[in-house]
């Protein structure tokens, strides 16, 4: 983009220069002293100009905006991977923890394995079945109550 307004910077110069030249050239065959021009106000090399400025702020928002996004990425990954060597460090040290551990302290603690196929069906079906049997010896114990009216 700043090529792009340079280009027409110098366009814009060399254009009215070269309006200034041919000007005075007139006026030198017209036997009339050569004039000094001077800035104008208002300059159309500044209105062509503006589109081009306008894309170049634009941009560069969008590389500032994309270099923030950069800088978060990388700090995220050094986190990550700091996080990740503060990780292996706790797991080694608890390594070397669990191995000054009696296991059989463990053993007392532990929570019975769980049962799974046909034989935890066979178990399951016994204790229903004795619930079952406790269930209709207890109501069979009650005495039967008649109904008056």
């Known amino acids: 983009m700043d090529k792009s307004i ?5 366009f814009g110069t060399g254009m009215r ?3 200034q030249k041919v000007a005075n050239t ?4 017209a036997d009339k002293p050569e004039k000094e021009y001077r800035e104008k106000k208002f300059s159309k090399t500044e ?10 702020k634009l941009m560069s928002g969008i590389l500032n905006c994309a270099d923030a996004a950069i800088e978060k990425t ?3 990954a050094a986190d990550v991977k700091q996080y990740q060597t503060d990780k292996a460090e706790r797991e080694t040290g608890g390594i070397d923890n669990m191995e000054a551990v009696n296991p059989m302290e463990f053993a007392r603690v532990a929570e019975p394995e769980f049962q799974y196929g046909a034989e935890a069906f066979e178990v399951y079906e016994r204790e229903n079945k004795k619930k079952a049997a406790d269930a209709l010896a207890k109501e069979a114990r009650k005495p039967a109550t008649t ?3």
């Open 26 to 29: 007139f006026r030198t065959f």
């Open 74 to 76: 990388e700090q995220l």
């Open 17 to 19: 220069e070269a309006g």
């Open 47 to 56: 209105l062509i100009k503006k589109p081009f400025q306008a894309k170049r």
């Open 6 to 10: 340079g280009k027409i910077d110098a």
């Open 147 to 149: 109904k008056s009216r």
